[in-house]
């Protein structure tokens, strides 16, 4: 079945960039998404993007796919004490008609 | 434009009993999906909605049923609740299906936080 692994924790400096990484094992995967989740709260939708992209950018986030390697990561630039929280990839297929999710990233940004 | 709306946010119920979610999706979204969180398990699908119709199931027991009405507003339903159905129910809507080219994105709202004990 489908499987999306990220690495459990980050930790960088403010003002630095933060590279959130994950993979997925369905090569069939057509989209592919990055969701936030502060304490207490639901999932905000950062970006999201197309298996037939290789880069995604906006404003401060950009979005890399590696589909040979089945690898996307996030790039947070110039990251501020506020994109502390849970980040979560998720990809879905056609006729799947529903996300899956890895089990998300906690990024910890040090002032 | 507002967001995916659900109510309420914080239940408590106790074993055996049953209890009912709301969600409202974002106007002019037809597709409604519902999520459970736990710490343990993660995020896992529970079903998706499309214009009434229930599209796809999760691996989740008969007691997790849900609906969806003619103006896309869904309920989700846990009868004969277990201490294992704590947690954070989440529900999500877009423009059509998650997989569809175009979604145009798929939204969640705040979650209910059920508690049961």
């Known amino acids: 079945g489908e499987d999306v692994e990220q690495s459990l924790f980050l930790s960088v400096r403010e003002g630095d960039s933060s590279v959130i990484n994950c993979t997925y094992t369905?090569?069939?995967?057509?989209?592919l998404y990055w969701y936030k989740q502060e304490p207490g709260a639901g999932l905000q939708l950062l970006t999201y993007?197309?298996?037939?992209?290789d880069m995604k950018q906006d404003q401060r986030l950009t979005v890399l796919l590696n589909k040979k390697d089945k690898h996307l990561s996030l790039r947070i630039a110039d990251t501020q004490t506020g994109d502390s929280a849970i980040y979560f990839c998720a990809e879905t297929d056609t006729g799947r008609r529903a996300l899956t999710f890895g089990s998300g990233t906690r990024l910890q940004v040090q002032p | 434009k507002a967001g995916v709306t659900q109510t309420p946010r914080y239940l408590i119920k106790t074993r055996g009993q049953q209890v009912t979610l709301s969600c409202s999706p974002i106007s002019g979204h037809r597709s409604v999906s519902w999520y459970q969180q736990t710490p343990g398990q993660g995020l896992q699908f529970l079903f998706e909605y499309f214009s009434e119709t229930q599209r796809n199931k999760g691996n989740f027991p008969g007691r997790f049923s849900g609906r969806q009405f003619s103006n896309s507003r869904s309920e989700m339903n846990v009868s004969t609740l277990e201490l294992g159905d704590s947690a954070l129910y989440l529900c999500?809507?877009?423009?059509?299906?998650?997989?569809?080219?175009?979604?145009?994105?798929?939204?969640f709202g705040s979650g209910t936080q059920l508690s049961v004990l």
């Open positions: 369905d090569s069939s995967s057509t989209y």
């Open positions: 993007i197309f298996s037939n992209m």
């Open positions: 999500a809507s877009s423009l059509n299906s998650p997989d569809s080219a175009t979604t145009g994105g798929v939204f």
